[in-house]
């Protein structure tokens, strides 16, 4: 039973954080890795596992030490109220920027996959409404949402790499030799910012339970995205193989879209539609609240919730400012998105970590 | 446009009503931000709906192509 009835276990913060997960990952992953590693790309998800195992490893002993304390708190604890708060300000912005990213890339999906002749912003506004009902009931409800959300995509996603099966050639994926060691190395570094979104959800520590087994079941969740994202790009790859992969903007769209098994099931590329709807909703939905609530800390608010509305009409404004082409939107997000969140996920954190860790 | 403004006076009037209720003096002023920087963000989406493209901003501060 948990302590009090606005708080998450440690097991529902982790199993949001791999909802989050799906839906840049089936965008992003294969088309970066088989650009960088070609051939090799599904093994580039073990570099991300190597970078982020030492942070959860600082994260679950600087817990131990400030048992008391929310990540928010050790941040500033590390470098003092005025230094903390200005950089977790900079968090505020650059989430708002890739949330705002994130919606645009929401509904440009629909409209260039299923939707083809509606306007964009219908969607963005659906989902903002939306948005708004659930977090006004807080986050508690987004995690039990979550709960279920989280077995159906799981369940869609292995139930289409069991699909898939027939139609995978081993021949796509190899040969592997010591030359692809720096292609993956490089490409694992470029996706590495999807597994540090765990810094993200750790913003909202104060509200979770049972971090003393972050250890245990963050080793278990690291290890499950590391296999569930090598399997997903092995599949892009091994259906279509590298070089389509690479060019073509949806890549496990159009592997699932080859997928009929035993022509009984053929058409299912709806289904990965639903899934990324879904998944979208939570990543949307959790970022939204996750700005609120260091808003909250930074400027010592009483309540959040009062923001919500005029927040998600700012957000909703910012997707549509955010691009006026997708090709614009994949440049920024391939080269300033991705040096942003490594920055931000990965470096810093290490960084404010090491000192809270040393810090008396 | 007209549209917009309405929508976010009216949200703003009943945010400002529920927090003069609770006597929220801070979250007052940060609602009366955020819903300036919401209408801006209405005018400049109005005036240039197809110009403005923050993503092509940033690119072009870095120099990276596009």
New interface residues.
């Given amino acids: 039973m948990l302590a009090g009835r606005q708080k998450i276990s440690l097991k529902q913060a982790l199993l949001i954080y791999i909802t989050l997960f799906f839906s840049p990952s089936i965008r992003f992953m294969p088309s970066y890795t088989a650009v960088i590693a070609k051939q090799c790309g599904y093994l580039s998800p073990i570099v991300p596992f190597i970078i982020l195992l030492p942070v959860i490893i600082l994260l679950n002993k600087v817990f131990m030490k400030h048992k008391d304390k929310s990540l928010i708190d050790i941040y500033y604890h590390s470098l003092g109220k005025t230094a903390g708060k200005a950089l977790l300000f900079l968090y505020v912005l650059w989430m708002l920027?890739i949330t705002?990213l994130y919606t645009r890339y929401y509904s440009e999906r629909l409209v260039t996959t299923v939707f083809t002749q509606t306007k964009i912003d219908i969607f963005i506004l659906v989902m903002m409404v939306t948005i708004a009902y659930v977090l006004k009931s807080g986050f508690v409800v987004i995690a039990r949402m979550n709960e279920i959300i989280f077995p159906l995509i799981s369940v869609i996603f292995w139930s289409l790499a069991i699909f898939m099966l027939p139609n995978f050639k081993i021949n796509n994926i190899t040969p592997i030799s010591y030359l692809d060691i720096i292609p993956v190395i490089k490409a694992g570094f470029g996706i590495s910012f999807l597994w540090a979104y765990i810094i993200y959800i750790l913003f909202l520590s104060d509200i979770i339970n049972d971090k003393e087994n972050l250890m245990r079941q963050g080793m278990y969740t690291l290890t499950y995205l590391t296999i569930l994202s090598s399997i997903l790009v092995a599949f892009v790859i091994g259906i279509i193989g590298y070089s389509i992969t690479a060019k073509i903007p949806l890549p496990f769209m159009d592997a699932v879209k080859i997928v009929s098994f035993f022509d009984i099931v053929a058409k299912i590329e709806s289904v990965v539609v639903i899934i990324w709807i879904l998944a979208d909703f939570i990543l949307i939905s959790t970022f939204s609240y996750i700005i609120l609530h260091l808003?909250k800390s930074i400027?010592?608010?009483?309540?959040e919730r009062?923001?919500i509305?005029?927040?998600l009409?700012?957000l909703y404004?910012?997707a549509?400012?955010?691009?006026?082409?997708k090709?614009?939107?994949e440049?920024?997000s391939y080269?300033?998105g991705i040096a942003g969140n490594f920055l931000l996920n990965i470096i810093i954190p290490y960084i404010v970590l090491a000192i809270a860790l040393f810090k008396k | 446009m007209i549209a917009w403004i309405i929508i976010i006076i009216l949200i703003s009037s009943w945010e400002l009503y529920n927090m003069r209720k609770k006597d929220l003096k801070k979250e007052k002023v940060i609602l009366i931000f955020l819903t300036l920087l919401s209408l801006f963000m209405v005018f400049i989406k109005s005036k240039y709906p197809y110009d403005i493209s923050i993503a092509r901003f940033a690119l072009d501060l870095f120099g990276l192509p596009h």
């Fill in positions: 920027l705002a808003l400027f010592n608010l009483e309540d009062h923001f509305n005029i927040f009409i700012i404004f910012l549509m400012l955010i691009t006026s082409s090709i614009e939107l440049a920024f080269t300033i």
